[in-house]
């Protein structure tokens, strides 16, 4: 028996395929693969309720090639990821799904998990489509005819901007036939059950399918040589013995589906993917500290990402409009991220980088022991000292820091906690979240880069100093206020396990994700899609673009006048109150969820993010831009993407690469460290490092 591929997806090029010339011909499966390999059945049911989000992303997560899931209508325009012809097993509802609308639907809770509820199709395949093939299986439905079933089904890949890597199976001649006359480039497999009539290989030729789904008790040498003869392949469904899957594809299956993703993969022998390590001995430390997520990788010059650590960002919510962090707890998960990198065998780092949010702030004495939470840029407690500023008063403050006044800023909540810790804050020190961080690590005296600075309005848009009159006005001492030092350079060290790693840079998220995706002097049009979102660019000299921030992208100690301004309009990312998405998971898979569900269900805030991304970009796009450059968590959503393909005054360029921050970090610390870069930015070239950063 061939070895099984665990996590190697088939080759599936072309889904929907409405536009744009065949790609797989002459039957859309024929391109597959020659297997064997193995299909999640339903996910993985061990990790939650079949079909469900946790037994998907498991699957997902697991390597699995193919996960299978189940769709059938709902009342109305939608399709449920749902087996039975009822809810009954996973709900308790024993009402028909196809009389149920999906909004009814999707508010039961599971019984197997209460926080939980059903998948509309959108959903699943915001979970899985581009990152693994999708096996969706149509349920046929007496009250819904075979065209209509078709139709939802288009609609709901249109929507999610028809992914690559998707086959649609069932055991409805008629709809697969519906599928095939409005898609013709779309993988299709007949399901052929223990009680199915007919002959297999006859029913999948007038369904115009490319591949048999069959029950194994179906499957023997004759029906194998029949659809090989026709160019058909088989997969045999539901194996969960390894001596029976070994028999499957002995006989020729090119795939089995099974309940027992992975393990039935581990007892085979499977080829599972190749991992990251081990990194080579010129590798990165980069940590980045988010909104949601802490995460630690080590980066290779040539390679890119070769190992990866993630953890919550520690937060809380003690009142409305409140938001902190924990920064001791912040400063354990960071040693524990670094910690697992270390045992993982990988050599010492050449040279370590910091990306932080770059408006978070706490209070802490000269010992660097902390006096308050670390304060979120999310936290709204300044909003009365902004709206009680006299409008005179702002426009001159505005000039002369060069932002508009904002209770995001360091300095506003500054001046909340002074306020607040009365005496206990007399010899206090102001420092941004990330600065206090790299001086916990490297033991180094306390200090400021321009990135982190610029977002106190605390400096002088024309000296980049700290300004007297911003100070006095927000009535902060100067005391509190740590020198200002470049972004780049040597900056104490960090712990390892068999020694310590030169800490080389300390810089803003946003102007990391930046130069991860264009370069330390790239100006190119990019939208960082996180827990905000941001439409940048940067300019030599920057222009005068009416609301939007400035800030510099870098400095170093050998050049600390900045090459490059980073101009940016920050964009609210879209209100989804209105379709609520259950709690658990990771948080880039509960927003595609809220994506996913909102675009189904006709929410307008999706519409409105997108619009509003186009018109911060249109202000920015400069005579030789021609793509704009998508990075962030929130390119994980194809349906926000698509939304952007259809909005945007560019064509998109989604970064190969995810974890732009983590990338652009590194690639500052390479620089100082003389390491040559490798790593192409997302979308193609850009202008290589300066020598002497």
Known sequence: MAPVAAGTPPDVRRTGGREGPPVIAPRPFARLGPGPFLVAHRGVPAAGPENAAAALVAAREAGAPVVELDARPAFGDLLVVLHDATPARLTGERLPAASLPAPRLLEQPLLADPDDRLLLLDEALALLAGRTVVDIELKPEASVGAGEIARRLLAALERAGDPEGVVVTSESVEVLREVRSRAPLLATGLVFRSRSRGDAVERALAAAAGLIVANRRRVDPELIARARER?????????????????????????????????????????????????????????????????????????????LRSSPTPTRTPKEGWVEHDPEETLRTVLRLVEDLARSGADRPRAAALAVQRSTVLLADRRLTPLSFAISWQDRRGEGFVAGMPPGRRAALEREAGLPLAAAWSGVKGRWL????????????????????????????????????????????????????????????????????????????????????????????????????????????????????????????????????????????????????????????????????????????????????????????????????????????????????????????????????????????????????????????????????????????????????
């Open 231 to 307: 160019g058909l392949p088989v997969w045999a469904y539901t194996v969960n013995d390894a001596r029976e899957a070994r028999r499957l594809f002995d006989l020729g299956c090119a795939a089995v589906v099974t309940d027992r993703y992975p393990g039935l993969a581990a007892e085979l022998g499977a080829q599972a993917p190749a991992p990251r390590l081990p990194p080579g001995p010129e590798t990165l430390l980069a940590i980045d500290i988010g909104s949601t997520a802490s995460k630690a990788a080590l980066v290779d010059p040539e390679r890119g990402i070769v190992a």
């Open 418 to 693: 002074f306020g607040a810790a009365g005496k206990a804050g007399r010899d206090a020190l102001l420092l941004p979240l990330g600065c206090w961080l790299a001086a916990r690590l490297t033991g180094e005296p306390t200090w400021v880069d321009p990135t982190l600075a610029n977002r106190t309005f605390l400096v002088s848009a024309a000296t980049g100093r700290w300004s007297e009159a911003l100070r006095e006005t927000l009535e902060l001492p100067e005391s509190a206020l740590p020198p200002i030092r470049p972004s780049v350079g040597d900056r104490g060290t960090l712990p390892w396990r068999d020694g310590r790693v030169p800490l080389l840079a300390v810089i803003g998220d946003q102007q990391a994700d930046y130069v991860g995706a264009a370069g330390p002097l790239g100006e190119r049009l990019v939208i960082n899609l996180g827990t905000a979102a941001f439409v940048m660019r940067a300019y030599e000299r920057p222009p005068g673009v009416e609301g939007a921030r400035v800030a510099p992208l870098w400095t170093s100690d050998r050049r600390p006048a900045a090459l490059r301004y980073l101009v940016e309009f920050p964009v609210t990312a879209p209100s989804l109150a209105s379709v609520p998405i259950p709690a658990g998971g990771d948080g880039s898979d509960r927003f595609s969820r809220a994506v996913a569900r909102a675009v189904a269900l006709g929410d307008s805030g999706p519409g409105r993010f997108c619009r509003d991304l186009a018109d911060r970009a249109a202000r920015l796009i400069g005579p030789r831009d021609r793509t704009i450059v998508l990075s962030g968590g929130g390119t994980k959503s194809p349906h926000l993407v698509a939304l952007l393909r259809r909005t945007l005054p560019l064509p998109p360029v989604l970064a190969a690469e995810s974890e732009l921050t983590l990338l652009g970090a590194a690639r500052l610390a390479a620089a100082a460290a003389g390491l040559p870069w490798a790593v192409p930015p997302a979308g193609g070239l850009a202008p290589p490092t300066p020598p002497g950063v």
